[in-house]
């Protein structure tokens, strides 16, 4: 029986035994048998799955600290933890053929990825700003390796090089703000630092330097604008079902950062960090979907989108409310699904050592294959915001909460820029439906695939007629 003292953390334990196992059975398994540790890393997901739900019939809605408060199990965390653990099968689901068509097929990205888990399962259920410290460490690296994955690509080490520097001086400048922080308040637990700064310590110095050192680390994990400069290079250099990876997993982490970190732990300096986040997410919606006109990679089109779709978040929390907040996470589950499947797409259309990652690769895909023409129309639409698909509910409510805020302007600059990043995501359905195909070749791959892509774009459509079910459940994940 697991003691109570451990048993909010038997998903974590569960995932890491599961990668140590993994490690060593897959130095055993040779290239032919290399399902095999695909087959494994599924049955990891299904595992800590499993942990996951055994805390929450143990503990319940309620939330339960341990480890002297520095780790927490509560509704978000399991939530959060769900989702990334789906997304991520599904990732390996888009992977596996695009891996072994461009000769990456080997184990390393299967124990890389879960490495990744790893940390954004700790970093969702950090309760003190140390263990979000470590889990995000432990999420950047594997993401540094993964980045570098292709050992022969020139771009994927030059992107590898660039993520990791910028990601140190990132990292450098979190861990710097914290040690401040815990130098005033003298705790890095994150209800004690709460309780201490609303005390009367808020107004100090070095409470505000720290701070300030802060956002810059959780903007640049965000990848908000002036911290964006790492992800359009990232998501061009790194191979298809990196970039997938990327895009996708780490959004979730990355709100959990928000939330934990900033929004709950230093809750009473709201009224100084509202209006950097609200200039934040107004630049990066401006950059973003400014710069993507002029994109003719569809990842870095997609990489500059991200930029837009962040900002979008970030506003939803410089409203210091909870409504904003809802629909910050709203938000965030709708990207993470409109992203995965929009890459999900591209790993289709590619071939055997060539990636479908330039514009001109799209041109004439409704000629090729009406079907997945279609799934990638209604992702296409839901980003751009237009009834009835999910990215309309998501813009709508962190419009919403915006206006409820008295947050006026925001939000019609949100209006702006949302009207002019629709122009790259409707260039895409020109050339679909508009342009003649480079190639008439029909798209070849496996049923597992076609089964999972075809699901995840139809959620696009599903979660935009009831959305009532997916408000409610961010709505308990946030108590």
Not at 70 to 89: E, M, R
Not at 119 to 133: E, K
Not at 441 to 461: E, H, I, K, M, T
Request: glycine share 10%.
């Amino acid at each position: 029986m697991l003691p109570l003292e451990y048993l909010p953390a038997l998903p974590e334990l569960i995932l890491a035994g599961c990668i140590c196992l993994l490690l060593l059975v897959d130095l055993f398994i040779s290239d032919k048998w290399r399902d095999l540790t695909y087959l494994l890393a599924i049955a990891t997901l299904l595992a800590t799955a499993f942990g996951v739900m055994t805390v929450m019939a143990s503990t319940g809605p309620g939330t339960l600290e341990v480890f002297a408060g520095s780790f927490v199990s509560d509704p978000l965390a399991s939530f959060l933890k769900s989702l990334s653990l789906i997304t991520l099968a599904v990732i390996f689901v888009y992977s596996r053929a695009y891996l072994r068509d461009q000769e990456y097929y080997k184990g390393e990205y299967y124990l890389l990825s879960l490495f990744a888990l790893l940390g954004i399962q700790v970093m969702v259920s950090a309760g003190s700003m140390l263990t979000m410290y470590l889990g995000l460490e432990m999420l950047s690296l594997a993401l540094y390796g993964l980045v570098a994955f292709d050992r022969d690509s020139p771009m994927a080490a030059e992107a590898a090089m660039k993520y990791f520097v910028l990601g140190a001086i990132a990292s450098g400048c979190l861990l710097y703000g914290i040690s401040v922080i815990y130098g005033v308040t003298g705790s890095v637990t994150l209800t004690e630092v709460s309780a201490s700064l609303a005390s009367g310590r808020g107004d100090d110095l070095a409470v505000l330097a720290g701070l300030a050192l802060i956002i810059v680390g959780v903007a640049f994990k965000f990848g908000g604008v002036p911290f964006h400069m790492w992800l359009p290079d990232v998501y061009a250099g790194a191979p298809m079902s990196v970039t997938l990876l990327i895009g996708t997993v780490p959004k979730l982490a990355a709100f959990a950062l928000m939330l934990r970190v900033v929004s709950d732990g230093l809750a009473p300096l709201a009224i100084h960090w509202e209006l950097v986040l609200a200039f934040v997410g107004v630049a990066s919606l401006a950059l973003g979907n400014v710069v993507a006109i002029a994109q003719t990679n569809v990842k870095r089109m997609l990489a500059y989108s991200t930029i837009g779709h962040v900002g979008f978040i970030l506003l939803g929390f410089s409203t210091a409310s909870r409504d904003g907040t809802e629909a910050a996470l709203f938000y965030t589950v709708v990207y993470v699904i409109m992203a995965a499947a929009a890459f999900g797409t591209l790993i289709l259309l590619g071939r055997r050592g060539d990636e479908a990652d330039q514009l001109d690769d799209l041109r004439g895909l409704n000629q090729r294959s009406p079907w997945f023409a279609a799934m990638l129309l209604l992702v296409m639409v839901s980003m751009i915001g237009i009834p009835p698909l999910a990215g309309f509910y998501a813009k709508w409510w962190v419009l919403a909460a915006l206006i409820d805020a008295g947050h006026i302007g925001l939000a019609l600059a949100a209006v702006v820029f949302s009207v002019v990043g629709a122009f790259y995501y409707l260039r895409v359905i020109k050339l679909m439906y508009f342009d003649g195909a480079q190639s008439n070749s029909a798209l070849r791959s496996g049923a597992d695939l076609r089964a999972v892509l075809s699901a995840n774009a139809l959620l696009v459509l599903g979660i935009g007629l009831f959305p009532d079910a997916l408000i409610e459940l961010c709505a308990r994940a946030l108590g």
